[in-house]
C-alpha cells in the first residue's frame, strides 16, 4: 500500500514503487490518494488538485501498467482515515499488504503515526531510501525506529528521482511551464495540459 497526496503524482511515485515490487517480489502496488482536505489543511500545501482528479490521474497512468491499483477508499471517506484504518480495509478485500513508504517518515513514526505497533506487527513495512539516507545510522540513532526494525524492509532505491517532486511540478503549473513538466511526470498525464486550475481548491 503506497499511500500520499500524489498531487500531482510525478514519476518518482510511479518508478520507484515498480522498483519496490520487483525488488519485494510483489504482485501489486495499491496507491491510495488522501483526501483534499488533509492535504490543504494538514499538510498545508499550496494547493491540492481535487480529489476526483488526483484519483482520475492515477487511474489514467495504471491504465498502461498492470502492477498498479488505485484505491480510492481514503477519498470517499467521510474524515482522513488512519493508515492502519486503510490497510484494515485492503486487507478485507484480500489484499495482504505491507506499508510502502520513504525513509524520510522514519523519524516520525513515534509521534506522528497512530497505532503504528499494530501496522508493524500486523502487516509490516517496506522502506524505500531516499536522498542517501543512511538507514544503519537512523536505526541506531532512533531507539523507536531500532525496536520496531525487524518489522521493516529496507529498500536501497536508486537516485535518479531524489530531485523531482510533487511541489516542483506544481510550483512550474502555477506558471504554465508545461514543456517543463512533461520529463517530471507520467506521459498519460499530458505535462498536466488538460487541467487548470478549476481542478484545484
Not at 499538510?43 to 480510492?72: C, G, H, P
Not at 482515515?81 to 499488504?97: D, F, I, S, V, W
Amino acid at each position: 500500500m503506497f499511500g500520499g497526496a500524489f498531487n500531482p503524482p510525478t514519476i518518482a511515485h510511479i518508478q520507484l514503487a515498480e522498483y519496490a515490487k520487483k525488488m519485494t517480489k510483489s504482485d501489486v502496488v495499491i496507491f491510495v490518494p488522501t483526501k483534499m482536505t488533509y492535504i490543504k489543511n494538514d499538510q498545508q500545501k499550496d494547493f491540492a488538485f481535487n480529489d476526483k482528479v488526483r484519483y482520475e490521474m492515477l487511474q489514467k497512468i495504471a491504465s498502461t501498467r498492470d502492477w498498479m491499483l488505485v484505491s480510492d477508499f481514503e477519498i470517499k471517506s467521510e474524515t482522513q482515515p488512519r493508515t492502519y484504518m486503510t490497510l484494515l480495509h485492503l486487507k478485507e478485500e484480500g489484499y495482504a499488504c505491507k506499508l510502502l513508504f520513504g525513509s524520510d517518515k522514519l523519524k516520525e513514526l513515534k509521534t506522528g503515526w497512530m497505532y503504528m505497533k499494530e501496522i508493524t506487527e500486523q502487516f509490516g513495512i517496506v522502506c524505500m531510501k531516499r536522498s542517501n539516507a543512511d538507514f544503519q545510522s537512523i536505526i541506531d540513532n532512533n531507539p523507536y525506529v531500532k525496536s520496531i526494525s525487524p518489522y521493516i524492509d529496507m529498500i536501497d532505491t536508486p537516485d535518479d528521482f531524489q530531485m523531482i517532486s510533487s511541489s516542483i511540478v506544481r510550483h512550474l503549473f502555477n506558471e504554465e511551464k508545461y514543456a517543463e513538466i512533461d520529463p517530471l511526470i507520467p506521459e498519460e498525464l499530458n505535462g498536466l495540459r488538460n487541467y487548470t486550475k478549476d481542478d484545484t481548491l
